[in-house]
């Protein structure tokens, strides 16, 4: 058999902090498609180049997979049993899938009745302990935090730096892919352990280190969208109480904030936020235009990008990558109901009418 790909520790291990020994745990996660828009760049009618970063084609559906693989991975190096997460969803179906493929426990806090349905779905399936509190995500994390002074638990929330470590090798397969770092990368922002992990990635490829020369010299303006109802890093300060409909980008105490501002000065980006209207009108441009199902989070980048796009601040002649976090099948309730205005035609079972449903809709 030719050589498989196992995933994205295997692929670069040479920038990851593992050794020949460590046992790694994987469900082939990365390597995911970098899509180039075809349809969307003609609408607006301008001359730019926008890739998107399709993370949903994770094993389960989120760029939550290339951290859990890394997390995952080192707490069973390290001798845990058991990990634990706070979540608005997507960290928990990563979690508990790694957990049981490790063979250790997963606990997951999730914020009552505020999670998609099918992130819900998948944490069940794959048996991690639920723990939903009467609480928001920030308050979970607050939790989760103090647990591990009386719990023999690992944290495997982003401010556990190995999350970061595998999420940052998006950032590689992009360069790998592209030839070279993009002009601008846009992504959403919740807890900004991912803007962290890819401005981290856009680093390292672009630094010589000790063993391993640079690949090149460019990096990426760096722009992170938030949800208007949740936007602590407009408002400059932390939020309570944060709402949106992108119940992933749900949060209003983010864990990386230092990271994210540097991130944002660093590179010389920008932060701007949407409201839920425009984030779902973005999410449903992306799949009827494109037939690419995002979830409604994923969708600020795109949001944000085209915002920027049509007010100059991203130039003609840029090269733009979106990340999609994560896959449009996590939140049917959303889609659906989003779809509401275009009801499907129901007809009789006969030649007669379903040829006359379809020429009617020519
Ligand atoms: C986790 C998540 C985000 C936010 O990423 P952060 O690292 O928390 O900023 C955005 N979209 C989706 C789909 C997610 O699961």
């Known amino acids: 058999m030719r050589k498989h790909y196992t995933g994205l520790i295997e692929r670069y291990k040479d920038r990851l902090p593992i050794s020949e020994s460590t046992r790694i745990i994987s469900i082939g996660e990365g390597n995911t498609p970098l899509i180039q828009l075809e349809n969307i760049p003609k609408l607006i009618n301008k001359d730019v180049e926008i890739f998107v970063k399709y993370e949903g084609l994770n094993p389960t559906g989120s760029f939550k997979d290339r951290g859990m693989t890394m997390a995952i991975t080192k707490a069973v190096e390290e001798g845990g049993q058991a990990v634990i997460c706070a979540s608005t969803g997507n960290t928990s179906a990563s979690a508990a899938a790694y957990a049981v493929r490790a063979g250790i426990t997963a606990f997951v806090l999730i914020p009552e009745g505020k999670i998609a349905l099918g992130k819900l779905a998948q944490t069940l399936m794959y048996g991690a302990k639920i723990i939903q509190i009467k609480d928001n995500f920030d ?20 401010i556990n730096p190995f999350r970061i470590d595998g999420q940052k090798t998006a950032a590689f ?45 460019k990096r990426p303006v760096m722009c992170g969208y938030q949800a208007a109802g949740a936007a602590p890093f407009i408002s400059g300060a ?30 010389g980006g920008w932060f701007d936020c949407f409201t839920d209207d425009k ?6 441009m992306l799949a009827s235009h494109e037939g690419i199902f995002c979830e409604p989070a994923s969708a600020a980048s795109l949001a944000g990008a085209l915002k920027d796009i049509a007010s100059g601040k991203i130039p003609e002649g840029s090269r733009i990558v979106c ?40």
């Not at 984030?279 to 449903?284: E, S």
């Not at 996590?330 to 079972?349: H, N, R």
């Open 139 to 158: 308050a979970g994390m607050r939790l989760v935090k103090e647990i591990v002074d009386h719990a023999p638990v690992t944290i495997v929330n982003s």
């Open 173 to 217: 397969e992009i360069i790998d892919e592209l030839g070279d770092a993009p002009d601008y990368h846009c992504l959403p922002v919740g807890n900004a352990g991912n803007i962290t992990a890819y401005w981290k990635g856009y680093k390292e490829y672009s630094t010589d280190s000790d063993n391993l020369p640079a690949v090149t010299e």
């Open 238 to 267: 932390m939020i309570d109480n944060p709402e949106t409909v992108a119940t992933a980008i749900r949060i209003g105490h983010p864990q990386s904030w230092d990271y994210a501002w540097a991130a944002q000065k660093e590179s």
């Open 279 to 284: 984030i779902l009108a973005a999410q449903k």
């Open 323 to 362: 990340t999609l976090t994560g896959n449009g099948l996590k939140d049917p309730d959303v889609a659906i109901t989003q779809c509401a205005d275009d009801q499907p035609v129901a007809v009789e079972a006969t030649l007669d009418s379903v040829k006359r449903a379809i020429l009617d809709q020519m």
